[in-house]
């Protein structure tokens, strides 16, 4: 087979199977590799996926998938590099040592690990056992935006912890989102009767 062939297939499958591969099937690993195996795994991958490579290639659409590919090396690098986030790409993938990963690669990504890794914890934030509850529906409705269930989530956890600084502030937070969507989603030709 042509080599050049041979580099157009390797991308063209890569890039098709991007959003299945875990961090550790993207770089050719086990499962928990220590940090000097995701170094030299990385400096391989990065070597076969580096857009310097494919300079001389005309075909923009290969050039758009050598650029995604290389992003998504580097991301792994990233993560895997890094023992807190690699501990929590792990746990989010169900990773142990030498076993294959359980759960979906698609949600977990550096973006999302370092907003959670920023995050502080719910029992940073909330005392009482009953405004936790209502907390962890406010951080769930949160994540899927929907603003009316973050306001009254924490409006339920206020009722038990009336002085919480924090509360007020994401309530409050929470409030301007909603507005904002609301006058985002307002219709400029609606008549008013009055």
Partial sequence: MDVELRRRVE?????????DLDYYRLLRLKPGAPTVEVERAFAEQSQSFHPDRFFGVRDPKLSRMVTAVYKKVSEAYQVLKDP???????KKLGVTPG??????????????????????????IVGDKRARKYYELAVIARNNEDWNGVVMNIQFAMNYEKDNDRLKQELNQARSYMDDKRKKNANPYKIKIV
């Fill in 11 to 19: 991308v063209e499958t890569v890039h098709s199977l991007l959003d």
């Fill in 84 to 90: 807190e986030l690699k501990r929590m790409y792990d």
């Fill in 99 to 124: 076993s294959e990963s359980t759960g979906s690669v698609r949600d977990v990504n550096k973006a999302a690990l370092e907003k959670e890794r920023d995050r502080p914890e719910v029992d940073d």
